[in-house]
């Protein structure tokens, strides 16, 4: 139990277009997900939180303009990376953690981001 | 504030040893503790919590880690390595007073040689 996918795995993108991340829980509802980034050889970054319904609340140093979430669902949420350059390529990681147990989250695998 | 310190950035054992790989914590309230691990582009397996139940926590593969209060550490070990062990291993904090918003060690990369 507890799975969360995400798509896709991987995407190759142009300079200045902006794409679309999708994170599913596919066997719990998710009041909360969370968007993390992880630069090569490093740890994960906190971006954001979601909870379904309401405004992501953006760590510091996160442009919300850029990096737009949506939460629409109980069991979806998206990640658009808009106008996307070359410095925003990275490993992006979502999770998400159901009403059970605030304590644990469980990860989608990630999706490499790189933009030419 | 919560944070968490992963002792080696690299470690490296050979197959059949023991593993050990040091986190220390610091945290305000009671923590909730956390191992993750992450093979080469794979996304993060939970390996074992704690969340202030039984000290000694059992996890997946083999893995156990205690937590030490007085000491505030929470480091992984497992008595004999395998290959399929090599990955990154991440140790987590997280506490009820930050809304349990994760805090994450730097990461330890566990080498195993044949």
């Known amino acids: 139990g507890a799975v969360v996918s995400q798509h896709p795995s991987r995407v190759i993108c142009k300079s200045g277009t902006s794409v679309k991340i999708e994170c599913r829980s596919l066997?719990?509802?998710?009041?909360?997900m969370f968007w993390y980034r992880q630069f090569p050889k490093k740890s994960l970054m906190l971006m954001a939180t979601s909870n379904e319904g309401s405004k992501a609340t953006y760590e510091q140093g996160v442009e919300k303009d850029k990096f737009l979430i949506n939460h629409a669902s109980l069991t979806l949420s998206t990640l658009t990376v808009t106008s996307a350059h070359p410095e925003d390529s990275s490993f992006y990681i979502c999770?998400?953690?159901?009403?059970?147990?605030?304590?644990?989250?469980?990860f989608g695998p990630g999706t490499r981001l790189l933009v030419l | 504030a919560q944070s968490v310190t992963q002792l080696d950035s690299h470690v490296s054992v050979s197959e059949g040893t023991p593993v050990l790989l040091r986190c220390n914590y610091s945290s305000s309230y009671s923590p909730s503790l956390f191992w993750y691990v992450q093979h080469p582009n794979k996304g993060l397996q939970l390996l074992l919590k704690y969340t202030s139940a039984a000290t000694l926590v059992k996890g997946i593969n083999g893995f156990e880690a205690e937590f030490k209060k007085s000491e505030t550490s929470f480091h992984l070990t497992k008595p004999s390595a395998h290959m399929s062990d090599a990955a990154e291993y991440f140790c987590v904090v997280s506490e009820k007073g930050s809304n349990y918003q994760l805090i994450w060690g730097a990461g330890t990369k566990l080498i195993i040689k044949p």
């Open positions: 999770s998400a953690r159901g009403d059970w147990g605030q304590e644990t989250q469980y």
């Open positions: 066997d719990f509802q998710a009041t909360t």
